[in-house]
């Protein structure tokens, strides 16, 4: 099992989320499984069988939820320091060949969405930043090939 390391925000969110998902979406869907059982032949009633894989998407979710709250570490946030990359620091780079200047937030997997800047710590442009410093390159190896990035600038 794979250890989360999370805030206590990101950790709260993940409860909630788990929370409306067994005492709301749970019984909703069984009462569709229900209401379509009531009309008959369950061998040709199509909105059985979505209910029915509705439930097992469901229940899949609820599982990988419970499997991450229950691994989740917390991250005491005023005891990082800036003076490298690490977990839940602001990281300012840039792509020494392209000179793209991009920002990311280096979060745990499940805090990860790149539309937000938050990049997980498992991603390879992550790993290699992890314990660099302000001024140090990093060359990260990804689909395309390698690429190198400076670190310009890292915050909270």
Do not use: C, H
């Not at 709301?24 to 009309?39: C, F, G, N």
């Not at 490298?84 to 745990?108: A, D, H």
């Amino acid at each position: 099992m794979a250890v989360n390391y999370m805030t206590a925000i990101g950790y709260k969110k993940l409860v909630e989320e788990l929370n409306e998902l067994e005492s709301v979406q749970r019984p909703a869907i069984s009462k569709l499984i229900a209401e379509a059982r009531d009309k008959g032949d369950l061998s040709e009633n199509a909105e059985y069988d979505a209910a029915k894989e509705a439930q097992g998407m469901l229940e899949m979710k609820i599982s990988l939820l419970k499997e991450t709250v229950a691994t989740a570490r917390m991250i005491d946030e005023s005891k990082i320091n800036t003076n490298e990359v690490q977990i839940l620091t602001r990281v300012k780079i840039k792509n020494t060949s392209s000179g793209q200047i991009m920002t990311y937030m280096i979060v745990s997997e499940s805090e990860a969405n790149l539309k937000e800047g938050k990049l997980s710590v498992t991603t390879p442009i992550a790993k290699g930043l992890l314990g660099k410093k302000i001024g140090e390159k990093a060359s990260v190896t990804v689909p395309s090939g390698v690429m190198e990035f400076e670190v310009i600038e890292i915050s909270l």
